[in-house]
């Protein structure tokens, strides 16, 4: 058996468990379960002034007696003879004394604690449940100071362990609580418990009426933000202590005095607190149990605590019964570049495909620094909307704070259909060939655009069925002059269709090989693609056909029944499996769509990031997400098209377009012009002075 002992700052150390003798008003008992508390971590890295060493922390624990009996510990030991214990207020006590910084605590098998500070359990509580029963007691001592009356309105600051809590109490009473959490990161990470919970939470809020505001966490500017969120005659909950030496303006002070607002401390617990939490432990212990992060043995603990300090986990509990019965159910984690894609039969032939694919990996970790980098620039929080996120999503892409665009790049993938034997389209597929000429004449809207934002623009022709000149602006990667017509049988071959992947590879290393590009826009050019796209959006996806179908080029009415119907008789004879991107991508694919997947498939093992266009070039991109899925962080929707379609591919990948201008042109306008924004988003990041590097003080309104 083993003890924790805190020997100096930031010196944890395991020793073996020493003998144990307990006074008079003591007992022996041993620990169960003991979790890691912010406070645990604070002491570790900062110590305390009435702090000696050495000590053994840990206050949030469960014991067990040596008859058996089980107890959740108040972790005081007060005088009980000052005015203060004397009038139930125990917490205030100018002598108190506390377990796991007095004296020693949890972080042990055994410990000697008061034996007035057990409370007993039964045992139809949950080990780890019990371990909340501090902070669920410091929740209830809070709220004691509060009107809790059912149908008030109350704002929490901090989307942490104890935000989560008071978040469930209240909701526990009857109150309706709002969460407000500045990091996106958090949010994302708590979300399946805000799901399971039906708590609301966001970075912000322009609501302002709460009847209640209480801050969980340490920041000022939340408690400072908490006086203009209270609503007149409202109260505010100074729950968790701030930031030292920081300075609240007097005019906002001077809003408590005009709304009558009234301003409750709350500090630690009273044993009856504990004592009232009881109940709810035990009619929430699910509740509680999705807080934890993890369940360790106790031989973790000093590697958990800087862990703790960062405030972007949940709840540790060191298990001391060495029978771990609890496995929290955790998010899927991202893969660290030990498990490639997995590369399917057809496309394995391909030695090009393959070394691309297992290339792959997701970009590493580190979208929390850059949106903590992004959230201190000198402007409100998400002031700039979708050029924040952009921003942090380069930064993320190239694995450095200081994300820039040295060189960008548009490849614009060309293919005739098959398909438009069905009448699907309001123009002769003739025009694939002359939009083509129009593109290598500097005619036309992707032009304008490159020219513009001095974007490189390449045409590649995967198979249309005109035979052009060699051009300095052309690729020829031409597979065969258009697909089959899917109607009536797959669009390609398999030989084909690997041959196309191998062609759009090909096409981005032969811009990528000369100057490293660091995002490349991905266009198209097609009659009869609106449909492909359509097709294999609704295969994917499950929406209907006629939830898929769009006018495209601009059928009428009539015309756009007919391609609905096409689609579906299309889909009825294939009988495709919804995750087969390959087998999709060969059935009702085209050769410019298997161009775009495997050019994006290059880009995403170079580290480039991709800009899908519109509802073709995000059928390709939904192609090569199911081909590899750790492309996904590397895609970027550039713009929102007026094609229904696009909508549920993108909610499939989890992608939000950057732009909305109403556009349905394709040919890699809408792409071009998120390559501008993205370029702009990461100057923000590198340019743009931090509040401290412009020296103005945070607004706390």
């Given at each position: 058996?083993?003890?924790?002992?805190?020997?100096?700052?930031?010196?944890?150390?395991?020793?073996?468990?020493?003998?144990?003798?307990?006074?008079?008003?003591?007992?022996?008992?041993?620990?169960?379960?003991?979790?890691?508390?912010?406070?645990?971590?604070?002491?570790?890295?900062?110590?305390?002034?009435?702090?000696?060493?050495?000590?053994?922390?840990?206050?949030?624990?469960?014991?067990?007696?040596?008859?058996?009996?089980?107890?959740?510990?108040?972790?005081?030991?007060?005088?009980?003879?000052?005015?203060?214990?004397?009038?139930?207020?125990?917490?205030?006590?100018?002598?108190?004394?506390?377990?796991?910084?007095?004296?020693?605590?949890?972080?042990?098998?055994?410990?000697?604690?008061?034996?007035?500070?057990?409370?007993?359990?039964?045992?139809?509580?949950?080990?780890?449940?019990?371990?909340?029963?501090?902070?669920?007691?410091?929740?209830?001592?809070?709220?004691?100071?509060?009107?809790?009356?059912?149908?008030?309105?109350?704002?929490?600051?901090?989307?942490?362990?104890?935000?989560?809590?008071?978040?469930?109490?209240?909701?526990?009473?009857?109150?309706?609580?709002?969460?407000?959490?500045?990091?996106?990161?958090?949010?994302?990470?708590?979300?399946?418990?805000?799901?399971?919970?039906?708590?609301?939470?966001?970075?912000?809020?322009?609501?302002?009426?709460?009847?209640?505001?209480?801050?969980?966490?340490?920041?000022?500017?939340?408690?400072?933000?908490?006086?203009?969120?209270?609503?007149?005659?409202?109260?505010?909950?100074?729950?968790?202590?701030?930031?030292?030496?920081?300075?609240?303006?007097?005019?906002?002070?001077?809003?408590?005095?005009?709304?009558?607002?009234?301003?409750?401390?709350?500090?630690?617990?009273?044993?009856?607190?504990?004592?009232?939490?009881?109940?709810?432990?035990?009619?929430?212990?699910?509740?509680?149990?999705?807080?934890?992060?993890?369940?360790?043995?106790?031989?973790?603990?000093?590697?958990l605590l800087p862990q703790v300090l960062k405030g972007q986990t949940l709840k540790y509990?060191?298990?001391?019964?060495?029978?771990?019965?609890?496995?929290?159910?955790?998010?899927?984690?991202?893969?660290?570049?030990?498990?490639?894609?997995?590369?399917?039969?057809?496309?394995?032939?391909?030695?090009?495909?393959?070394?691309?694919?297992?290339?792959?990996?997701?970009?590493?970790?580190?979208?929390?620094?850059?949106?903590?980098?992004?959230?201190?620039?000198?402007?409100?929080?998400?002031?700039?909307?979708?050029?924040?996120?952009?921003?942090?999503?380069?930064?993320?892409?190239?694995?450095?704070?200081?994300?820039?665009?040295?060189?960008?790049?548009?490849?614009?993938?060309?293919?005739?259909?098959?398909?438009?034997?069905?009448?699907?389209?309001?123009?002769?597929?003739?025009?694939?060939?002359?939009?083509?000429?129009?593109?290598?004449?500097?005619?036309?809207?992707?032009?304008?655009?490159?020219?513009?934002?001095?974007?490189?623009?390449k045409v590649v022709d995967m198979g249309v069925e005109k035979t052009f000149a060699p051009?300095?602006?052309?690729?020829?990667?031409?597979?065969?002059?258009?697909?089959?017509?899917?109607?009536?049988?797959?669009?390609?071959?398999?030989?084909?269709?690997?041959?196309?992947?191998?062609?759009?590879?090909?096409?981005?290393?032969?811009?990528?090989?000369?100057?490293?590009?660091?995002?490349?826009?991905?266009?198209?050019?097609?009659?009869?693609?609106?449909?492909?796209?359509?097709?294999?959006?609704?295969?994917?996806?499950?929406?209907?056909?006629?939830?898929?179908?769009?006018?495209?080029?601009?059928?009428?009415?009539?015309?756009?029944?007919?391609?609905?119907?096409?689609?579906?008789?299309?889909?009825?004879?294939?009988?495709?499996?919804?995750?087969?991107?390959?087998?999709?991508?060969?059935?009702?694919?085209?050769?410019?769509?298997?161009?775009?997947?495997?050019?994006?498939?290059?880009?995403?093992?170079?580290?480039?990031?991709?800009?899908?266009?519109?509802?073709?070039?995000?059928?390709?991109?939904?192609?090569?997400?199911?081909?590899?899925?750790?492309?996904?962080?590397?895609?970027?929707?550039?713009?929102?098209?007026?094609?229904?379609?696009?909508?549920?591919?993108?909610?499939?990948?989890?992608?939000?377009?950057?732009?909305?201008?109403?556009?349905?042109?394709?040919?890699?306008?809408?792409?071009?012009?998120?390559?501008?924004?993205?370029?702009?988003?990461?100057?923000?990041?590198?340019?743009?002075?931090?509040?401290?590097?412009?020296?103005?003080?945070?607004?706390?309104?």
């Amino acid at each position: 058996m083993i003890q924790m002992v805190l020997k100096g700052l930031k010196q944890l150390e395991i020793r073996p468990l020493p003998p144990m003798a307990p006074g008079s008003d003591e007992v022996l008992v041993d620990v169960l379960a003991c979790a890691v508390c912010r406070t645990d971590a604070k002491m570790w890295e900062q110590g305390h002034r009435d702090l000696i060493f050495p000590r053994v922390l840990g206050h949030e624990m469960v014991v067990r007696d040596d008859q058996g009996r089980r107890y959740i510990v108040w972790p005081g030991k007060s005088c009980g003879t000052c005015h203060y214990c004397r009038a139930g207020r125990e917490n205030l006590c100018d002598g108190m004394k506390i377990t796991g910084f007095h004296h020693d605590g949890g972080f042990a098998h055994r410990a000697v604690l008061p034996l007035a500070s057990l409370v007993p359990v039964s045992s139809d509580l949950d080990l780890y449940a019990a371990c909340f029963a501090e902070p669920v007691g410091c929740v209830v001592n809070a709220f004691e100071k509060l009107p809790a009356t059912p149908g008030k309105k109350i704002l929490i600051y901090g989307g942490g362990t104890m935000g989560l809590i008071t978040a469930i109490y209240a909701k526990h009473l009857g109150l309706i609580p709002f969460i407000l959490e500045k990091n996106a990161a958090k949010i994302e990470k708590i979300s399946p418990i805000l799901k399971a919970e039906g708590l609301d939470c966001a970075r912000e809020t322009h609501e302002s009426l709460f009847d209640i505001v209480i801050n969980t966490c340490p920041d000022y500017i939340a408690f400072c933000q908490a006086i203009t969120k209270v609503d007149k005659g409202g109260y505010i909950s100074f729950f968790s202590g701030i930031t030292k030496n920081e300075s609240v303006e007097t005019n906002l002070l001077n809003l408590v005095h005009y709304k009558e607002a009234v301003l409750a401390g709350a500090y630690g617990m009273k044993k009856s607190d504990i004592e009232k939490a009881l109940p709810f432990l035990l009619s929430h212990g699910v509740s509680l149990n999705r807080l934890i992060e993890e369940v360790v043995v106790p031989e973790r603990a000093p590697e958990l605590l800087p862990q703790v300090l960062k405030g972007q986990t949940l709840k540790y509990i060191l298990d001391f019964t060495g029978s771990h019965h609890f496995q929290p159910k955790k998010p899927a984690e991202k893969r660290d570049g030990a498990s490639p894609c997995v590369i399917e039969n057809s496309l394995s032939k391909s030695p090009l495909c393959t070394r691309i694919i297992q290339a792959v990996r997701p970009p590493r970790d580190m979208a929390s620094q850059a949106r903590a980098k992004m959230d201190d620039k000198s402007k409100p929080l998400g002031a700039l909307g979708k050029l924040e996120a952009l921003g942090i999503q380069m930064a993320v892409i190239q694995g450095s704070l200081h994300p820039e665009i040295k060189q960008k790049a548009i490849l614009v993938f060309a293919g005739d259909h098959g398909v438009t034997e069905e009448g699907v389209s309001a123009f002769p597929k003739e025009v694939t060939g002359q939009m083509v000429d129009n593109f290598l004449n500097h005619g036309a809207a992707i032009n304008v655009l490159c020219s513009r934002y001095e974007i490189e623009m390449k045409v590649v022709d995967m198979g249309v069925e005109k035979t052009f000149a060699p051009h300095p602006d052309l690729i020829l990667a031409k597979v065969a002059p258009g697909t089959r017509n899917m109607a009536l049988e797959p669009a390609m071959t398999a030989p084909q269709a690997v041959q196309a992947l191998e062609n759009g590879i090909r096409a981005f290393f032969s811009i990528h090989g000369k100057v490293p590009v660091q995002i490349l826009g991905l266009g198209e050019m097609g009659i009869g693609n609106t449909t492909s796209a359509s097709a294999i959006i609704s295969a994917v996806t499950g929406i209907s056909p006629a939830q898929a179908a769009g006018r495209g080029t601009g059928v009428d009415n009539k015309g756009l029944s007919h391609k609905t119907e096409v689609i579906q008789r299309v889909l009825d004879f294939h009988h495709l499996d919804p995750e087969n991107g390959f087998d999709i991508l060969r059935t009702l694919g085209g050769f410019e769509l298997a161009g775009i997947a495997g050019a994006t498939l290059a880009a995403a093992s170079e580290g480039c990031a991709v800009v899908l266009d519109g509802v073709i070039s995000t059928a390709a991109g939904l192609i090569a997400y199911l081909i590899c899925p750790d492309i996904r962080e590397y895609l970027i929707s550039g713009h929102q098209s007026v094609e229904k379609a696009q909508e549920a591919a993108l909610a499939y990948m989890g992608l939000e377009p950057v732009v909305d201008l109403g556009m349905r042109l394709g040919e890699g306008t809408g792409a071009a012009l998120a390559i501008d924004l993205a370029e702009t988003a990461c100057r923000i990041m590198t340019e743009m002075a931090s509040f401290d590097e412009a020296k103005i003080s945070r607004s706390p309104s």
